[in-house]
């Protein structure tokens, strides 16, 4: 049995506790003892302890991080999700090797405190399932350090890629916990045939849905109705999320308010990254009427944009930021989303900091969590499973 106490760790209510854990998982949190303990003890040294932060939607297999810089490409007559991918495919041809690319991303995310983690990796006919093999062995490797929920992903589209739908079955049995899908309206210009293929899949797999959809304004919300008659014909309350969804941040907000009634009723969550380039859901709207809005990174230094850094924490900043939060309640709102939210959201077992919780979180240099938002120190401690895995920005080699 290993046992550890963590001392002087300073709570989200400010006060000082002893936490202690025990293979794993925390067993006690009490004031700070003035005995000296025996076994193992770790000095937080009042720093703020916070659960380790939620990384709900991230793409291990596309990004360029840590590799050679290669300039964006701007889409030829606005947005387009086609050209997109058309770029990403040019791109992809030409950068390192995958497993290299998904592992330093993924150490970046948690030098910075992410230990839990849902990515989505490519399914489709243009690359079958090699990339989601490549990842599979990268979560195996890391599965010491992280916690990682693989989504098979159809980029290329179902119905416009053929062989899509019965390789996104393969993937499920192949290892990927989610089936994902992408823009049935705007890219596969059928919303019924795509939904077919993914709930299909969902029911007779027993799997989670996770959908990225791009689309905007009445369109997207069109599909979201979908998306939630689906949900609720299922019975799948809880098990879909919707990543994305520009489209809410593009209505009136008595609209808004009657679309995420809908969405709160049928228990599905939202995923936003509060990208700086398009609309995004209404997160306050959206929360007061119920609805869980949890977020990721998304994209990291790839085909998509030059940006990301793989800190939920700032990540939150951001949110925070583009959402006109300011009050220390609002401030907590953006750090839940990249927490408690996402743990929701991605229906984590053991998540937070209580007794029987696992041992999985972060030391932080700030006085509560307002300023934890604002400021997103760094030289964090990061802690999975009472053990050490991340100090001041470098991940501790996976053991072997």
């Known amino acids: 049995m290993t046992s550890t106490i963590f001392t002087n760790a300073k709570l989200a209510d400010g006060l000082l506790r002893d936490i202690h854990v025990e293979n794993g998982r925390i067993t006690a949190i009490v004031p700070v003892s003035s005995v000296p303990a025996s076994g193992s003890v770790i000095d937080i040294a009042g720093d703020l302890v916070v659960p380790g932060f939620v990384e709900g939607h991230i793409h291990l297999d596309t990004s360029f991080y840590g590799g050679k810089w290669v300039p964006h490409r701007p889409c030829t007559d606005g947005f387009d999700v086609h050209e997109r991918v058309a770029f990403q495919a040019g791109n992809m041809a030409k950068a390192e090797p995958m497993m290299e690319r998904a592992v330093k991303q993924l150490e ?3 030098s910075h405190g992410t230990l839990q983690m849902r990515s989505h990796v490519m399914v489709d006919g243009s690359v079958g399932l090699k990339s989601l093999e490549t990842i599979l062995a990268v979560r195996e490797k890391y599965k010491d350090i992280i916690d990682i929920q693989l989504v098979a992903f159809p980029q290329s589209g179902i119905l416009k890629s053929p062989g899509t739908a019965e390789l996104l079955d393969e993937a499920i049995g192949l290892g990927a916990d989610l089936i994902g899908g992408l823009d049935p309206a ?8 795509h939904l077919d293929v993914v709930f299909d899949i969902a029911e007779r797999c027993g799997v989670d849905v996770d959908i990225h959809l791009h689309e905007g304004g009445s369109m997207g919300a ?61 997160v306050a709207l959206l929360r007061d009427e119920g609805v869980n809005v ?27 930021y583009r959402s006109g939060f300011f009050t220390d309640t609002e401030l907590q709102m953006a750090f839940d989303i990249v927490t408690a939210a996402g743990a929701k959201a991605l229906r984590l077992e053991g998540y937070g900091i209580e007794v029987g919780a696992k041992a999985d979180f972060v030391a932080i240099a700030a006085e509560h969590i307002a300023e ?27 053991r072997a």
Not at 294 to 320: C, H, K, Q, T
Not at 375 to 385: E, I, Q, S
């Open 108 to 110: 970046l995310c948690v």
């Open 186 to 193: 705007s890219f596969d210009r059928d919303v019924s045939a």
């Open 222 to 282: 069109f599909t979201i109705e979908e998306i939630c008659a689906r949900t609720h014909a299922l019975g799948m309350q809880g098990h879909v999320s919707i990543s994305h969804a520009y489209g809410l941040g593009d209505l009136a907000p008595d609209a808004a308010r009657r679309i995420a009634a809908k969405i709160a009723g049928n228990g599905i969550s939202i995923m936003t990254n509060a990208p700086g380039h398009h609309s995004f859901p209404p």
């Open 294 to 320: 949890f977020s990721g990174s998304d994209n990291i230094r790839d085909s998509w944009w030059p940006y990301g850094d793989g800190d939920m924490l700032r990540r939150a900043e951001i949110i925070g």
């Open 372 to 398: 934890a938002v604002v400021g997103f120190p760094g030289n964090r401690k990061v802690f999975k499973g009472g053990r050490l895995v991340a100090e001041n920005g470098k991940t501790k080699t996976p």
